[in-house]
């Protein structure tokens, strides 16, 4: 058997801002509002992976990693630069502007405005 993640909810204090956030950041596909009553701001990640934001009253931020191929990690940092977000290489400092991951040749972090953290490592 089998398993896939389908999707998964992330906490937002803004669902649709934080939502427009991350796909532009990460230059993915925003979906049209989802579940009852068009509560979930989605965003496609790939064919089988849906990430599904959720406003919350007091959201609990979560930590998200991705694997993306050397081009795709130059582009999302080139996207963080140009936006003025800032990013780091340590979870414990996701704004010191450095890519030299401790578990991968390059990879960052950064946050969004409820606080989630976002992962991005690549092989080269």
Not at 19 to 37: K, N, S, T, V, Y
Not at 85 to 111: E, I, K, Q, W
């Amino acid at each position: 058997m089998t398993v896939t993640l389908n999707h998964t909810i992330v906490p937002a204090r803004d669902n649709d801002a934080e939502a427009d956030f991350f796909a532009g950041i990460m230059g993915l596909r925003r979906l049209q509002p989802d579940g009852i009553d068009g509560k979930f701001a989605p965003v496609a990640v790939n064919d089988s992976l849906t990430l599904q934001f959720m406003t919350l009253p007091e959201p609990e931020p979560h930590h998200l990693a991705f694997d993306v191929e050397p081009a795709e990690f130059g582009q999302i940092l080139a996207r963080l630069q140009a936006r003025g977000v800032p990013y780091g290489n340590s979870p414990r400092d996701p704004a010191n502007g450095r890519t030299d991951h401790p578990l991968c040749p390059r990879g960052l972090f950064f946050t969004d405005g409820t606080g989630n953290l976002y992962e991005v490592m690549t092989k080269a």
